[in-house]
Every structure is written in structure tokens, then in C-alpha cells.
């Protein structure tokens, strides 16, 4: 069974303490992992008990031995990530816990603070000798990695020149949600939509990630990122490569990553509509002239045999109306043999939040009466699965320690990525203020009619 040494860089953030060391705790009580450490290292002076504490809140279903169990595999240490001298705490620390704790040297390094940092860790970890050890080690970035095509390559040409492309984990955690892995087997498990998955069959495509809350606490971070830097970058291109993407020779992780960065490469930006809420700029620290998109609709096409000419519609944005995260694939208007045609056309869509599963629609004949009527066939993941479906995170750590690298984004995709994000950006629009709660800007109108197309919101 496995067993390793998590070392956590960035151990006193929120991301550590609301999803990494509940994933941990998850994991030793699913018995899937049997012995670790649990190493996390920050700025901060703190006791390690008392940092263990601020994670409780969001640890479910507790266990007081396993609580018990997660205590006693904790340790923090404080040193400034930017200070080579300070890592030698680190060596003596993992030293002495895996030889208390007869650990077999294997070593996940999570670096969970922000792209800035990645460099000189990247640096310090390699020159200090902590990934050399007599298990494997791995290094996992997490999101955003870098804020533009330049620093992204400057991140990967580090990374290159100290590690392996095997030891390296590039985090984004949309693609361990458990319906997103499921876009996979959809397309590959069933003959059914296959063939049907081109330009001849498909109308459109929409990819939608929208949320009612606003930047909350994040303003600093979100004005200096956007919208299309922080969720279309990564999460919505991710969602459209594994939607477009051919069949991979197998379902491994280099095949699959393989045909992701070939959909990523040949992505063209048709049209493109931005926005921000009302009251954005009076939000805490957010500049009060900033004119960031907190709102992006966007066209693209994908210039290939199986794509050309189809839309693919991406639509996100803060304080909009509904909580929604989907797919949907919009099948095109059958001949019309019946009188009345119908009206609706079969669409498939793939719920990723808030409620998980799939749905497809179907024309039915209306009881009674000589017309069509839509129908759908539903499965209600959520419904079925809930109480069973591990976190993202859970899986993230899961995939690192099974050394499964199909869920993390390689270095040519994250750059191809950014090269479409750094195209749109350099380009100057008009960001287009919407109401608060709204379905966006009201130009979103015009944008639709434009397009002949109707949103799945
Ligand atoms: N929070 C989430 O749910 C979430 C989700 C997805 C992605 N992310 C990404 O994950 C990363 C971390 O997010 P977060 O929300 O956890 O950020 P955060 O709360 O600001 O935490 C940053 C961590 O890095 C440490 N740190 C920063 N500079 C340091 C230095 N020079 N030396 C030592 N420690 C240093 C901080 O330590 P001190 O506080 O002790 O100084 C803190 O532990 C970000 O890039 C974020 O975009 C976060």
C-alpha cells in the first residue's frame, strides 16, 4: 500500500487549509493511503496544532483516530520560501520524520502559493537535494501557472532544467472533478455519440462556468487577473479540449494530453465580448478606475476536419444569476419529414455544477396529438453517487501518488493556453458594465442574434 511524505509549501494558506489537509484526512480514512507525514512549510511562525486546528471546520464526517492519526503526521516549519539557507530545515525535518515514521522516501511536494514564488522553490527544492531521496518525488504547481505565454515559459524552462517532465504535476482541478472525467467516457465508452461528434451532427458547443458570488476577499488578486485569466485560461480551455478532442491512441496520460494540445494549438478567436459589474470597482482592493473583465463570452472555433465551422461558445462571469458550470452539445436540426417540424433539436449536456450528471433531449411524439414534444433522459449523478464522490483535491492527490499524470496539464498545453488567452488580451475591447444577478451585459443580446444562438442558462 502506498505511503509518503506530503510537504506542503504554503501550509498556513487557504488552500491548505480548506481542501489539502481535508484531501489527506479523506485519504486516511478511505485507507488509501497507510502511513504518511504530513510536512507543511510557510512564512508564519505557528505551532503546528494550532494551524492543524483552522482546517478542522472543513473536515467532514470526523474520526477522532484518525484525527488523532493526522496530529501526530503533522509538523510545520517556518521559513521564507525565497531564502536557500532556511531549506535546510526542511532536509532535517523530512530526515527525521521518515525515519520515526519508517516512511520509504517518497516525497509529494505541493506548492500551493502563488505562480511568483515557483521559480525560486523550484530552485531551492532540486540544489537542496529534497527531491533526491530513495523513493520517487514529484512536484505539483498549482494553479495559475504564471500570468501570461512569457513568465508560464519561464516557469517550464526551471522546471526543465531541475526536474523531469514525470516528476511534474501541474494542477488544474477541474480535470479531477469526478463529471469532468467523465467527458472521457462519455465520448469513449459508447458508440452512441461517437459518431455523431463532428460538424456534420454538431450545431454549437457551450462551455459555461458562471457564479453568483463576486471577487469576496480576492479583489488584489482578481483585478490584476480578470476573468479570462483566471477561469478561461485553464478550466474552460481544459473543459473544450477534452470535449474537441480526437480519440487518443489509449487512454493514457501522454496520449490524452497528446490530442488536448493539439485541439489547444489550433484554436481561433471569432469573437469576443467582456464585461464587469455594476459596483465591481468598489469592491476592497480593487483599483477604483480598474477596468478588469469579471465577465468574457467568447466564440472560437477550431480549425480542423472534425470542427471546422462549428461554434464553440465560452461564457463566464461573477455575480451573475446562477451557479452553473456545463457543457452542452447542441445537435443540428434534423430533415424535416413531420407536420409541424419539431421544434427542438437534441442537445446533450454535461452538468459539472452544481448538480453533477448528464442529460439528453430527445423529440418524443405528444401523447394524443400528431406533433413532437422534447423529452430528456436524465442521470442525476449527485442523486446517485453524492456521499461517495471524492473532493477534486482528494483525486489530485490520489492521481500524484499513483504517478497518473492524465489529469494535469502539461507544459505545451499550458502554453498553448496562454498564447490564446495573451492573443484576445493584446487586442483592445470594450468591457461592457452588467447588473449584478443579471445573465451579463445587455451587448450579450446583440452577441446571441449575432450568432443565431440561444445560451443554455
Ligand atoms: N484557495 C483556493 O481555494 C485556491 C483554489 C485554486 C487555486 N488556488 C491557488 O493556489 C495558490 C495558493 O492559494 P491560497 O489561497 O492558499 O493563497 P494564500 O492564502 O495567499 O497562501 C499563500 C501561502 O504561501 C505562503 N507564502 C507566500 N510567500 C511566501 C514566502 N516568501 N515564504 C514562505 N511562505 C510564503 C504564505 O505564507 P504566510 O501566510 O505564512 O506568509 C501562505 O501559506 C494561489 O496561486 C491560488 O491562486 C487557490
Same mark, same amino acid.
Given at each position: ?38 510536512? *507543511? =512549510? ?8 494550532? &494551524? ?33 539557507? +532556511? ?10 520524520? +521518515? ?67 514525470? $516528476? ?11 463529471? =469532468?472525467?467523465?467527458? =472521457? ?10 459518431? &455523431? ?8 458547443? $457551450? ?33 473544450? !479540449? ?33 464585461? $464587469? ?50 457543457? &452542452? ?7 424535416? &419529414?413531420?407536420?409541424?417540424?419539431? +421544434? ?7 452538468r459539472?455544477?452544481?448538480d453533477l450528471g448528464f442529460a ?7 401523447? *394524443? +396529438? ?8 436524465n442521470f442525476c449523478h449527485s442523486?446517485?453517487? !453524492? ?12 492521481? =500524484? ?57
Amino acid at each position: 500500500m502506498n505511503n509518503c511524505t506530503f510537504i506542503i509549501m504554503g501550509a498556513t494558506g487557504d488552500l491548505a487549509k480548506r481542501k489539502l489537509i481535508p484531501a489527506i484526512y479523506n485519504l486516511i480514512v478511505k485507507n488509501k493511503i497507510n502511513k504518511c507525514a504530513i510536512v *507543511g =512549510v510557510a512564512r508564519s511562525e505557528q505551532k503546528s496544532k494550532a &494551524l492543524l486546528n483552522l482546517s478542522k471546520p472543513f473536515i467532514k464526517r470526523k474520526e477522532k483516530s484518525v484525527l488523532n492519526k493526522l496530529e501526530k503526521a503533522f509538523h510545520y516549519i517556518s521559513i521564507d520560501f525565497n531564502d536557500f539557507s +532556511e531549506y535546510k530545515k526542511i532536509v532535517h525535518t523530512l530526515d527525521e520524520v +521518515e525515519k520515526k515514521q519508517g516512511l520509504s522516501g517518497n516525497r509529494l511536494f505541493y506548492l500551493a502559493t502563488l505562480p511568483e514564488q515557483f521559480d525560486s522553490i523550484t530552485k531551492h527544492l532540486s540544489k537542496s537535494n529534497l527531491t533526491k531521496t530513495k523513493g520517487w518525488s514529484r512536484v505539483v504547481y498549482e494553479k495559475p501557472f504564471g500570468n501570461d505565454l512569457k513568465s508560464a515559459k519561464k516557469i517550464n524552462k526551471c522546471i526543465q532544467r531541475v526536474f523531469k517532465e514525470d $516528476q511534474v504535476y501541474r494542477v488544474d482541478h477541474y480535470l479531477s472533478k469526478e463529471i =469532468v472525467e467523465n467527458i =472521457v467516457f462519455i465520448r469513449f465508452a459508447n458508440t452512441v455519440f461517437e459518431p &455523431l461528434w463532428n460538424r456534420k451532427y454538431v450545431d454549437n458547443v $457551450q462551455i459555461v462556468l458562471s457564479e453568483k458570488l463576486g471577487v469576496e476577499k480576492r479583489g488584489n488578486f482578481y483585478d490584476k487577473t480578470g476573468a479570462l485569466r483566471d477561469v478561461v485560461q485553464n478550466h474552460l480551455l481544459q473543459l473544450l !479540449a477534452l470535449t474537441a478532442m480526437e480519440e487518443p491512441e489509449r487512454l493514457s496520460a501522454d496520449n490524452i494530453r497528446d490530442e488536448k494540445a493539439r485541439i489547444l494549438k489550433k484554436v481561433k478567436t471569432k469573437d469576443v465580448l467582456l464585461g $464587469q459589474y455594476e459596483q465591481y470597482t468598489k469592491e476592497s482592493n480593487v483599483e477604483k478606475n480598474s477596468r478588469t473583465e469579471t465577465f468574457a463570452a467568447l466564440h472560437l472555433e477550431i480549425n480542423n476536419t472534425r470542427w471546422k465551422g462549428v461554434p464553440f461558445f465560452l461564457k463566464t462571469g461573477k455575480k451573475l444569476e446562477k451557479n452553473q458550470v456545463s457543457i &452542452l452539445i447542441q445537435f443540428k436540426r434534423p430533415k424535416c &419529414l413531420l407536420d409541424p417540424c419539431p +421544434e427542438a433539436t437534441n442537445r446533450l449536456e454535461i452538468r459539472i455544477q452544481p448538480d453533477l450528471g448528464f442529460a439528453i433531449e430527445l423529440n418524443a411524439k405528444s401523447p *394524443g +396529438e400528431s406533433k413532437t414534444m422534447p423529452v430528456k433522459m436524465n442521470f442525476c449523478h449527485s442523486c446517485l453517487f !453524492a456521499a461517495n464522490t471524492p473532493s477534486a483535491y482528494e483525486t489530485v492527490l490520489q492521481a =500524484v501518488i499513483n504517478g497518473d499524470q492524465s489529469r494535469f496539464v502539461r507544459n505545451d498545453e499550458i502554453e498553448y493556453q496562454w498564447k490564446a488567452i495573451d492573443r484576445i488580451k493584446s487586442k483592445k475591447h470594450n468591457v461592457h458594465t452588467y447588473k449584478q444577478g443579471s445573465d451579463g451585459p445587455k451587448a450579450l443580446e446583440k452577441f446571441t442574434k449575432q450568432h443565431n444562438m440561444r445560451w443554455n442558462v
